[in-house]
């Protein structure tokens, strides 16, 4: 019979399987308990297993995104799109083209997430809304809401988009067919969408920061940042928390279960014009009126990098390589320049990977999920840039600044476990009733015999505790006191025999 | 009358008989009391028992007993019992017997062939005057019985703990236990688990393996086989000429071997024994070389022989023989040899370093080398079908003559080789030498240059943070001074005015700042072409940031003055005209906002945060009643000591998130949203919160697992099969279990599986089987 001259399972790179740890290895306790032995092995097989079974299914994800290189000498961000859409394939060349929409723009751009197809939301600023199939180019709908619009973006899936209007939120379905006007939430100018939470978060005129249910279609919260205009805005993908800048030069970060800001950063010396976070969460990367680009760590809340810019400059999206996206305006020429910025965190001083320039100004630009392609919106129309539900709803309740939050014992000491349930139930539970005494007749209820009779019940609960110590004080002081005498005696009579 | 006194004595002695009877089984059993009244049988069992002791007595009683049962019977004619001798008693109904008086020994009753030690037992046991306890109560038995009964279920009930236990521990218990892996199962395996159980079935089966026909693997019998692998004609006719030779060699050697012995030449022997002592010896040396363990079993068989030796005194020339030579030793030159060589043998045989063997053993030995042992093989192999076996067996000379050549050989090569690594080793060492030698100077030098780096790196860090905290200490200061300038001017506290009035950077800095792009740190940067030229820092402000190189602890940090890299933006060429036209004609409105931004945010900022700081800071509760225990009234204050007294001092509040961050705000209010979800205790077999939080550490859902990790993460404890009866556990799966606890082995593969409801259904077996 042939030996297998592979025997076993095929190995794995130890950097793959070192990716996908997700804990320290246990060490199994000696002496335990069988159960805690048992529980412990059991979730270290397990977790070992995950862990290698993701590394060797990783090979079927890959992530490397495609990228530019220059001749020698030749700068990368010096290739004009039309060179590299005559450079690649004919697949990757079809993705690469204009929309010429002059009349009502600048346009916001987003691509919804979910789905196998991914479908393109155009918002222009004098009321054109479109939705475009991505693949087939087909045009789903297009209405124009005839009122200023603010923000467009897509909800949970591709049936239904939020549109921020001049007055209020209004909610469309994918056939242009107008499906909520709500009016609470009103003046919005940025939106962004939750997706495992299912929540809307809206950023209004009136510096109020609205979350929206998208699935009962129920407020969850409504925070006044008493900070002004709100019109920067980002979330972070990893935990659900949303980033506000504002004019005074901060940033700061929101959850809906706090009336005030988790964290405020003093980033810029002038407003912060734009804000975006990476797709891990660890960047944070900040624009302002200050003419610097700044690159934070928002686990340390420290600022890496700080990149100084002639002319001040919004920035857009960030992507998990460190792919920053910056325009620039001049003011004169109405011309913008697009500049793309690769491995912003990891290279000493960043250079411009990719420049393209358009017409008009940048309002919105967008990465296509899963390709490499950014989608810009503009004074004069939409450019493209080369380059899965309801069950698995996150409560609101768990945003926070440190998800792993839940997977932590609450150690919180009984009084404060108790503050947290009085403010949820809004009453005490163990408070006791007060006594009012009865009302007597015949002058029997003045002042002076209330006070009496309250007195009589008052603290009685104290009072049982204090008789019973006392009590056992007398007791232990009488024990001692026998022994003591006992000790005194000295010798053993001849009667104490007959002792108990 | 008679008859009735014999009846009486009859049903004594039964009673007696009986009671000895159960006395000797067991003592504490209460004798049942149940009697036939057969008579004849009864008086037959007498006579058996009255055999022997007085003959003529007993011939006499008999004579009587004999005559009384004759007058039962059809002559009811009453007789008037004789008196022959005077007796104590007379029965009225006439009848005496002669030993009426005396009381019937037990060991009377059972014949004289018993053994002793039960004649003695029954002796005792008439001689104990103890009265035979009552019968237990209905209700004691019964309990006893209960108890000993529970006992035996509980001792069957114990042997299932372990199974039990296991089968509690599984990780997954599918019901019905034991079952057959679905799908087809190979042909083996079915064979294997096949016993023959019918008459016929045995039959066959027996008849099988006795013709050892296979039975599991039914392609050929051994037979079969062996005939398969047998030669060709021409091949068994070289093989029989083979064996004829081997056979005729054999002989020859025998009667080599023969002739050899019957040399009685002592010289000839001798010449031959140092012969083969001296090929022992290179052939141990031989072995020494080559096959290590063999030679040190040689060399542990020649320990072997000396301590014998040394134990013996067997050439120690103290035998019938030697003491005979001895004797003959002064006239003898032969006998004086003979001792000497035996002297010499005894003491060859004792050095410690020996290579030699013992002369008798060099005999034995030299017996058994004279024939080779493939000779013997090809005899002693069964040589019923010499077709039948397998192969042949080789040529014993070719075959030592090829591994004396190979070994040769080898040891040749292995000799050489050695040589040669030597050398080699020598220049390697040499080389390794030079190398370590190298690596180490190269290794010192690197540390020293780390070690430089990290000290430089280390002091620009220090320089760094001390710049941004010199500036903004000085920042501070200066507003502190500012502050504390105004109060001695004016005395009254106007911050609100300050505030307005007050320049958090001064002329200087602006102008700093706009240079600081190019500044400092310029080199690390290291653009090739940088947009501003790197300027001087301010002299001032590097002493100053020297001087307070060592000075930490400031909680606040400029972090807006950090140092920034400018990157010389290498536009696009598209580019380039945008940022000519635009640098120039900059918005009047975006001038003034860049030239003033900043101004207040710093400061805003930091009142916010010192307006945080003190909001969280517990604040200290006094219970000073100004006029209780002096004198009150308005304008009077209460003492100093008093109010010392009744201030509350809280405990220093735990350290703020953001104390070192000097631009941030971290809010410390709980999130008691997320308390609803989150484990408020430690779960039951943890000990730590490290230990139950890894263990809740890994996601289960199917977004960061693959699926098969899924299913095998979260299957279910308990699984039934649809529609099949779960029977309870059979007493084989007990067995099986102990079989595999014997083997040591863990049923890891097919986990035996039970569960509660099984425990019961145990009982209920047990007590089926006790039923059997």
């Not at chain 1, 060349?93 to 393109?120: C, E, I, M, W």
């Not at chain 2, 007379?90 to 017997?97: C, D, T």
């Not at chain 2, 050695?418 to 540390?447: C, I």
């Amino acid at each position: 019979q042939k030996e297998d001259p592979f025997p076993g399972p095929a190995p794995i790179p130890e950097d793959r399987v070192e990716k996908f740890k997700r804990k320290e290895k246990m060490k199994k306790p000696r002496n335990k308990h069988f159960k805690l032995k048992a529980l412990i092995s059991r979730s270290e097989k397990a977790s070992e297993m995950a862990q290698k079974q993701a590394a060797r299914i990783d090979l079927l994800l890959p992530e490397d995104a495609g990228f530019l290189e220059g001749d020698d000498g030749e700068d990368t961000c010096t290739i004009s799109q039309e060179d590299i859409v005559d450079a690649v394939d004919i697949s990757s060349g079809a993705k690469y083209f204009n929309l010429k929409l002059s009349q009502f723009g600048p346009y916001r751009v987003d691509y919804n997430r979910t789905g196998r197809l991914v479908h393109l939301l155009l918002g222009g600023r004098r009321g054109h809304i479109a939705c475009i199939d991505w693949q087939s180019k087909n045009l789903m709908c297009e209405i124009n809401v005839m009122e200023a619009v603010n923000d467009v973006k897509w909800l949970h899936s591709e049936n239904m988009y939020a549109v921020a209007q001049k007055k209020w939120l209004h909610i469309y379905d994918s056939n242009g067919i107008e499906l909520h006007c709500i009016r609470k939430f009103n003046d919005v100018l940025r939106m962004q969408f939750l997706p495992y939470h299912f929540l809307l978060a809206t950023a209004s005129a009136t510096s109020f920061l609205q979350y929206l249910d998208v699935s009962v279609g129920k407020e969850v919260a409504a925070i006044c940042t008493k900070t002004g205009r709100l019109d920067v805005m980002c979330q972070n993908p990893q935990n659900a928390i949303i980033h506000l800048g504002h004019s005074n030069g901060t940033v700061t970060l929101w959850s809906p279960n706090q009336k005030e800001a988790l964290v405020k950063m003093l980033c810029h010396q002038g407003g912060v014009r734009s804000v975006t976070v990476d797709k891990t969460g660890t960047y944070m990367v900040t624009s302002g009126m200050d003419k610097k680009l700044k690159v934070h760590d928002i686990r340390a809340f420290k600022p890496l990098k700080i990149i100084l810019h002639p002319i001040w400059s919004f920035l857009f999206v960030t992507e998990p390589k460190g792919c920053v996206v910056c325009s620039y305006r001049g003011y004169c020429s109405g011309q913008c320049l697009l500049q793309l910025y690769m491995d912003v965190w990891s290279t000493p001083s960043p250079k411009p990977y990719m420049a393209h320039r358009v017409r008009g100004a940048v309002w919105g630009a967008t990465f296509c999920p899963f390709e490499d392609v950014l989608g810009v919106g503009h004074g004069d129309g939409f450019t493209i840039m080369i380059q899965n539900q309801l069950l698995s709803k996150i409560q609101p309740e768990l945003i926070s600044l440190d998800p792993n939050q839940l997977g932590q014992v609450d150690r919180a000491t009984y009084e404060q476990k108790h503050q947290d349930r009085v403010q949820a139930l809004g009453f005490d539970p163990n408070a006791k009733e007060k006594f009012v005494p009865k009302f007597k007749k015949k002058g029997r209820s003045s002042a002076g015999s209330v006070e009496r009779r309250k007195k009589q019940v008052a603290h009685e609960d104290q009072r049982d505790v204090i008789r019973r110590t006392v009590e056992d004080k007398m007791r232990l002081a009488e024990q001692r006191k026998k022994k003591a005498a006992a000790k005194l005696s000295g010798q053993r009579s001849a009667l104490d025999r007959f002792r108990k | 009358m008679a008859k009735v006194s014999k009846k009486q004595a009859i049903k004594k002695v039964k009673k007696t008989k009986k009671k000895s009877d159960s006395a000797e089984e067991t003592l504490a059993a209460v004798p049942t009391v149940a009697y036939d009244e057969e008579e004849e049988e009864e008086e037959e069992d007498l006579n058996g028992n009255f055999s022997g002791e007085e003959d003529e007595e007993d011939e006499r009683r008999r004579q009587k007993l004999l005559e009384a049962i004759s007058s039962l019977g059809g002559n009811r004619r009453k007789r008037l019992g004789e008196r022959s001798e005077a007796a104590v008693q007379m029965s009225e109904f006439g009848v005496s017997v002669d030993g009426e008086g005396r009381k019937i020994q037990l060991s009377e009753l059972i014949p004289k062939s018993a053994p002793v030690k039960t004649q003695k037992q029954l002796k005792t046991l008439q001689a104990s005057t103890r009265t035979v306890d009552s019968p237990l109560s209905k209700q004691e038995t019964e309990r006893i019985q209960r108890d000993l009964a529970f006992q035996k279920t509980a001792e069957e009930v114990t042997r299932w703990k372990s199974l039990i236990r296991q089968n509690e521990r599984a990780e997954q218990l599918v019901f019905p236990l034991n079952q057959e892996p679905s799908g087809p199962r190979p042909v083996d395996r079915v064979a294997l688990g096949w016993m023959a159980q019918t008459p016929l079935e045995q039959e066959v089966f027996a008849v099988l393996t006795a013709n050892k026909q296979p039975v599991h693997d039914p392609l050929l019998t051994p037979e079969e086989e062996a005939s398969v692998k047998a030669m060709s004609l021409g091949e068994a006719k070289i093989r029989r000429a083979e064996l004829q030779k081997a056979r005729a060699l054999q002989s020859y050697y025998e009667a080599r071997a023969r002739r050899d012995r019957k040399i009685k030449s002592k010289k000839y022997h001798k010449v031959q024994n140092k012969a083969k002592r001296k090929d022992l010896l290179k052939q141990f040396d031989h072995m020494v070389q080559t096959d290590p363990a063999a030679a040190l079993e040689e060399l542990k068989k020649m320990e072997v022989a000396r301590m014998q030796e040394r134990m013996s005194l067997k050439h120690q020339n103290s035998s019938k023989w030697a003491r005979s030579k001895a004797i003959m030793a002064k006239y003898d030159q032969d006998a004086r040899n003979a001792m000497q060589q035996q002297l010499d043998i005894n003491k060859e045989l004792t050095q410690k370093v020996v290579t030699a063997l013992n002369d008798d053993q060099e005999e034995e030995e030299q017996e058994e080398e004279v024939m080779p042992e493939c000779i013997n093989d090809a005899e002693e192999a069964d040589a019923a079908n010499p077709w039948m076996r397998g192969r042949l067996s080789q040529d014993p000379e070719d075959n030592e003559k090829t591994e004396d050549l190979t070994v040769e050989v080898e040891n040749k090569g292995g000799e050489e080789e050695e040589e040669e690594e030597e050398e080699e080793e020598g220049e390697e060492e040499a080389l390794l030498r030079k190398f370590d030698s190298r690596r180490k100077q190269r290794r010192a030098e690197e540390e020293e240059a780390a070690a430089a780096a990290a000290v430089e790196s280390a002091e620009e860090e220090h320089k760094d943070d001390d710049e941004e905290l010199t500036e903004f200490t000085n920042l501070l200061r200066r507003r502190q001074q500012e502050e504390e300038q105004t109060k001695v001017e004016t005395g009254n506290p106007a911050p609100l005015l300050e505030e307005g009035l007050m320049r958090v950077r001064t002329l200087e800095e602006v102008e700093q700042l706009g240079q600081d792009p190019g500044s400092e740190e310029n080199p690390v940067a290291a653009d090739p072409e940088p947009a501003l030229p790197p300027t001087e820092p301010p002299p001032e402000t590097r002493k100053a940031s020297k001087s307070k190189k060592r000075k930490r602890g400031i909680e606040l940090q400029e972090v807006l003055t950090k140092q920034t890299k400018v990157i010389a933006v290498p536009l696009a060429p598209t580019a380039e005209d945008v940022e000519d036209g635009g640098a120039e004609e900059l918005d009047q409105r975006g001038l003034i906002q860049e030239a003033f931004a900043g101004d207040d945010v710093v400061s805003d900022f930091l009142k916010d945060k010192r307006k945080q700081e003190e909001a969280g800071r517990p604040k200290v509760v006094d219970l000073t009643l100004p006029g209780w225990g002096e004198w009150g009234g308005t304008g009077i204050q209460p003492s100093r000591k008093k109010r010392r007294r009744f201030r509350v001092k809280p405990n220093p509040p735990p350290y703020r998130k953001d104390k070192n961050l000097p631009s941030v705000i971290i809010s410390e209010q709980r999130n008691s949203a997320i308390s609803l979800h989150r484990v408020s205790a430690l779960p039951f077999p943890f000990e730590n919160h490290a230990q139950f939080e890894s263990t809740i550490r890994c996601p289960l859902g199917r977004t960061w697992n693959s699926e098969r990790t899924v299913q095998k993460v979260t299957r279910p404890r308990v699984v039934t099969t649809l529609g099949a009866i779960i029977e309870p556990m059979s007493r084989e799966e007990l067995l099986k279990d102990q079989t595999k606890g014997d083997s040591g082995e863990k049923s890891n593969t097919n986990p035996v599986k039970e569960k509660n409801t099984h425990h019961k259904h145990k009982a209920g077996n047990k007590q089926k089987q006790k039923k059997k």
